[in-house]
Each structure stands twice: as structure tokens, then as C-alpha cells.
């Protein structure tokens, strides 16, 4: 399954999840807490050059996991021009692109095992309520393992569709759909339970 | 069915799926009664069944059923072909008999009202009445398979695709099955990796690594075709990677 | 107890594959992305528990770095955006969906979209307008505003679910472990 983590090595690549997961929180938590404009340009040029030391390709490749933010820019630019706050606006766009982009880079520089040791680690408090780190392995492993089954399914039943609809699949495809996942989790479980059990 | 049918034309046709080329440059005309495509599992049958059944568009060459374009006329498609799957697990789309069957219909362009009515009389005429209201779930799989060729006939395509139509099906069911298969007036093209079921066909096309390798009677294409699969089950080998 | 772990794993991948697809059409062509629906059913089809765990185990992998939020979005990067809100809100609203539909006896169409429409709708934006709120620097109500333009497309999706689950029930009663 293809992850967001970038295939350009970088510096940053070898350090610990953890490590860089517990910068980020501090990193955010002081954007927040930041309302200056000049502050928070120079927060956004920092995190600009943070990514160009790992190459143009990757620094390239930031922008694009950014683009989702865009109706946002265009919301908040609108709106700020039509209260002429201009520097209220440009405040929370900084913040807003310095933050996701900050977080981006941790994600485009660690790979998706480590980030799902970590979660399995900060998990362990929780065993005392039933989420044993070992069964959220499984289940993280179950997950990734079903969604390009599911996908193939979904297909299958858009095709059973599209074979007596020249309509493109409506809602209704979500029946087969779901009863399928039940199916799967019944059959699953005795997989599971035939080689040994979750644990 | 109203106007004879033209029959299934492909010219040249490829098709790539994920970078790899699952169909090389076929060129086929079929207009016999009961056509069969053999093939190992992932030598291009299914791929072949979704082009013309016009799911998928081919990379390269044309493909015409009775005169249209499957992809691009999907109207005329789903008047000129009926596709029964697999799995009808897969392919029930409602929770009753009734609903399931009248689907097609009210796609067709009849009020659901109409669509519901013609179900109930196509069920009257195979004994079956007092399925209409019973939840799909409550059929046996040979019951189930039934029913999604009831739907797909209701439709009254020219021509139907069938993708391995007795796989995993007791013997029994098997048998009932293929009766009702061999009497059916529409032409029918059956998908398989199993040369019984293609026995009685009047033309095989035996289907490897996306080309034809063999067409004609099955008096001819099955004798190699099971022979060569004998030979390559012979071997242990079977230890490369698709991707 | 593997029945459990599977149910929460396998609805988590529905989820993820609700947000893959090609938009599925609410009717001639009206395309909605599905996801939200997938929310909404993992409450009224699992039950709250196990409902929000499926969410979680989701937002989860999606954290870790997994293109799964509707657009291929992912990595921690969507829990530093505007839309944080409404990713918290996403277990809860399964939560309160599962909630909801346990606790009635109402007919499980009627059942299934209030609770889609209380935990997917009401719970959801509760959370998420608050979110906007704080990360976009606006009052409240500026936030409802906004996030207003979303609201009628999760209405639909909010009787669709109730329609889903009562085809669901339909089909096979049994398959409503949130009225098992």
C-alpha cells in the first residue's frame, strides 16, 4: 500500500519517529500560541527552508501534500479582503500552512512501521481497557490487508451494476458492500482463532 | 429479441492494466450460438469478458457488439448483452427476489410499479411465486445463482457472458444449471478454466497470457488444451511473481 | 473476541475504501463522496463501541501516513488543519450513531437515520465548528457559517445511511450487531 512517506531520502529519515512526533508537538503548540505577523512569516520561511534542505524534488513534493489547504486559503483570503483585515488574514494562513507543513514533514520523513510502533506504544497504558498492543498490531495488519479486497469487491458489485444500469453505481452498492465486511470479519475471526487467537 | 444480432467484433484490441499488458492485440469475430473462451486462471479471461461486456475500455483496437460500442453506448450495450458473474454474492444488489428482479427493468426505463409486476409473472412462470418477497439471503447459493440469471434474463439481452458459471456449485446444482444454459435461445459466451463445461460449445477460443492461442471446435482445442495442462501441472514450478 | 477485533479491522478498511472509490452518485448525477457515510454505519451497524473503535483504528493509520481521507489525504498533517475538528468528531459521532441505535426500539430505518443524523450531523459538527473556530480564528457562529456549505450534502448522507441500514436489516436481520 502505497504511503505517504518520501521515497528522497533525507536527513530527517533517520531520526525517531517518537523524537520527531514529540518536536512537532511543541513546534505547533508555539505556532498557536504566536500572533505576530512577522513571527509567523518568519515560522513559514523556517519551515520553507526546513524542506528545501532535503532537495528540490522533496521540497516539490511538500507543496503538493499542501494543496488540499486551498479552498481554505480562498475562504480566509475572501473573507479577510472583504473585513479589510489583511494582516488578520495573512496570520492564519501563515500559521495554518506553517502548521500542516511542519507535520507534513514528519510524515514525508518516517516510515509508516515506525509510526504505527509509536501508536502501539503510546497504546500500552490502554491494555488495562482491552487494547493489548499485540491485538492492535493485528488489527493495523487486517486493515491494510483488506482494503485492496474491498476495493476489488467494490468494483465487482460497480460492474454487476453498470452490467443492468446505464447509470453510473448508486448508494445501494453500499449493501452488498457492507454485508461483504461482515461476511469478511466472521471468516477472519476464524482464521484468527484457527492459528493461535488474538491474544 | 427483436433484430438478429451482428455478433461480438474485437479488432486489434489491447488492454493494460497497472503497466502490464493483460490482452495482446486480439482480433476476433464471434457470431456462433454457444461460444467458449478456456484459459488458466490470470490468462485474460475475465479482462477479455469486462471488454466486451464494455466495463473497460480497450488501450488499443476496437470493440463493436452488434454494431456499438459497448464502452461508450452503454444503452445499447445493455440491450445487446447480459453479464452473469461469478459470485452472486457480488452481484445481488437488493434485499428481496422481487426488488432484485425488477432492477434492471425500471433501468430499463419501466415505472417500478411495471418492473415489479413483470418480475412477479417471470416468477410465476418458473414456479417460484412465492419467492418475491423472501430476502435474498434466505436462498441456498445454487438458489442464488438462479436467481441472478432470472435477473439477467429479464433484461432479454442478445447475448449473454457467463464468467465460470458452475464454479464451486454442488453436482446437482451443476446439472440444473447447465440444462437451463443449454436451452436458453440467447447466444452464449461461457468464460472458463474448465474444459467440461466448454464441451458442447461451437467454437472454443483457448485464451493464454493474453493471446489466443487455439480456436475452433472443442474437438480440436480441448484434446491439447488438456493436455497441456497436464504437462504443466506435471511441473513443481510455480514460483514467479506476476508483479 | 477475534469476532470483535475483526468487525472493528474490517469496518475501519470500509471506511478507508468508502474514501477511495470514484464518488457514488445520490441520484442522476449527483456525486457525494462516501466516507462520511461509512461514519455513520460503522455506528448504526456495529453499535457505539465497537462503532468509535473502528473510526479510531482508522484515524489511526491515517496518522501513521496512509492516504485514506477522501482526496488521498493523510500523515498528521490533516490533524494540524482547519478540518481537526471534524476528524475528532468522526469517532464520536460513530459513538453516539451506535448510542443512539442500541438505546431505541424504533424501526432500524427510522432508528438508523435519527442516530445518523444526531451523531453524524449534530455530534460531528460540534466538534468540527469549534475546530474551525480555533484554527481559523473565528467567532462560532462565523465558524457555523462556514461550515454550513456542508450541510446539506450530509443531510442526504444521513438518510442514506438510515436507508442502507434498513436494507442491511432487510436483507439479514442478524447483520445489526448494534441490535444484536
Not at chain 2, 57 to 80: H, I, K, N, Y
Amino acid at each position: 500500500m502505497l504511503t505517504l512517506t518520501s521515497p528522497v531520502e533525507t536527513w530527517a529519515h533517520g531520526l525517531p519517529a517518537g523524537a520527531k512526533l514529540a518536536a512537532l508537538a511543541i513546534a505547533t503548540t508555539s505556532l498557536f500560541l504566536l500572533d505576530a505577523p512577522l513571527t509567523l512569516a518568519a515560522a513559514l520561511g523556517a519551515t520553507v527552508l526546513l524542506y528545501l534542505t532535503g532537495g528540490a524534488r522533496f521540497a516539490l513534493a511538500g507543496l503538493r501534500l499542501l494543496r488540499p489547504l486551498w479552498p481554505f486559503v480562498v475562504i480566509v483570503g475572501l473573507w479577510h479582503l472583504w473585513t479589510r483585515d489583511l494582516s488578520g488574514g495573512a496570520v492564519i494562513l501563515m500559521r495554518m500552512v506553517a502548521a500542516v507543513g511542519l507535520a507534513n514533514f514528519v510524515t514525508m520523513t518516517t516510515r509508516l512501521s515506525d509510526m504505527l510502533a509509536v501508536i502501539e506504544r503510546l497504546a500500552r497504558p490502554l491494555s488495562r481497557f482491552g487494547v493489548a498492543p499485540r491485538r492492535l498490531a493485528i488489527a493495523f495488519a487486517l486493515v491494510i490487508r483488506f482494503i485492496p479486497v474491498m476495493l476489488d469487491r467494490l468494483d465487482e458489485i460497480g460492474a454487476s451494476w453498470r452490467a443492468r444500469s446505464p447509470h453510473r453505481p448508486r448508494w445501494r452498492v453500499l449493501v452488498p458492500a457492507t454485508l461483504a465486511a461482515l461476511d469478511d470479519a466472521d471468516r477472519t475471526a476464524e482464521a484468527l482463532r484457527a492459528r493461535g487467537g488474538a491474544g | 429479441m427483436a433484430e438478429p444480432s451482428s455478433g461480438i467484433e474485437i479488432a486489434a484490441a489491447s488492454v493494460r492494466l497497472g503497466g502490464r499488458l493483460v490482452l495482446d492485440g486480439l482480433e476476433l469475430h464471434l457470431t456462433e450460438a454457444r461460444i467458449g473462451v478456456l484459459g488458466r486462471n490470470g490468462s485474460g479471461k475475465t479482462t477479455l469478458l469486462r471488454l466486451i461486456a464494455g466495463l473497460i475500455a480497450p488501450d488499443a483496437g476496437t470493440v463493436r457488439v452488434d454494431g456499438c460500442d459497448p464502452f461508450t453506448d452503454r444503452r445499447a450495450a445493455l440491450a445487446a448483452l447480459g453479464i452473469l458473474f461469478q459470485n452472486p454474492d457480488h452481484q445481488i444488489l437488493f434485499p428481496t427476489v422481487e426488488e432484485e428482479l425488477a432492477f434492471g427493468l425500471a433501468q430499463q426505463g419501466m415505472t417500478q410499479a411495471e418492473a415489479l409486476a413483470r418480475a412477479h409473472q417471470a416468477l410465476q412462470a418458473e414456479g417460484r411465486a412465492h419467492w418475491a418477497k423472501a430476502p435474498v439471503t434466505s436462498l441456498s447459493q445454487g438458489q442464488r445463482h438462479y436467481l441472478c440469471l432470472m435477473a439477467v434474463l429479464m433484461m432479454a439481452p442478445r447475448t449473454i457472458l457467463l464468467d465460470e458459471p458452475l464454479a464451486g456449485l454442488d453436482l446437482p446444482t451443476q446439472a440444473r444449471l447447465a440444462r437451463r444454459f443449454a436451452a436458453l435461445p440467447q447466444r452464449l459466451v461461457t468464460i472458463t478454466h474448465d474444459p467440461a463445461t466448454v464441451q458442447t460449445c461451437d467454437r472454443v477460443l483457448w485464451l493464454d497470457d493474453g493471446r489466443i492461442v487455439a480456436d475452433g471446435p472443442p474437438g480440436t482445442v480441448l484434446p491439447a488444451f488438456i493436455a497441456e495442462m497436464a504437462r504443466i501441472g506435471g511441473q513443481d514450478a510455480d514460483a514467479d511473481l506476476a508483479g | 473476541m477475534e469476532r470483535n477485533l475483526t468487525h472493528i479491522a474490517l469496518f475501519a478498511a470500509l471506511i478507508a475504501v468508502l474514501g477511495l472509490i470514484p464518488k457514488i452518485d445520490l441520484a442522476a448525477g449527483v456525486p457525494i463522496t462516501a466516507q462520511s457515510l461509512g461514519i455513520m454505519l460503522c455506528g448504526t451497524v456495529l453499535g457505539a463501541k465497537r462503532g468509535a473503535l473502528a473510526v479510531l483504528l482508522f484515524l489511526a493509520l491515517v496518522a501513521a501516513g496512509l492516504p485514506l481521507l477522501s482526496g488521498g489525504r493523510g500523515g498528521v498533517g490533516v490533524f494540524a488543519g482547519p478540518s481537526v475538528g471534524f476528524l475528532i468528531g468522526f469517532p464520536v459521532a460513530a459513538f453516539v450513531a451506535g448510542w443512539v441505535m442500541e438505546r431505541t426500539t424504533l424501526s432500524p430505518a427510522v432508528a438508523a437515520t435519527a442516530a445518523s443524523v444526531i451523531g453524524g450531523i449534530g455530534v460531528l459538527y460540534v466538534f468540527g465548528i469549534i475546530g474551525m473556530s480555533v484554527m481559523l480564528d473565528k467567532t462560532l457562529p462565523e465558524a457555523a457559517f462556514l461550515a454550513g456549505a456542508f450541510l446539506p450534502g450530509d443531510a442526504v448522507k444521513a438518510v442514506i445511511a438510515g436507508l442502507v441500514t434498513q436494507s442491511l436489516s432487510r436483507m439479514r436481520p442478524a447483520s445489526l450487531l448494534s441490535r444484536a
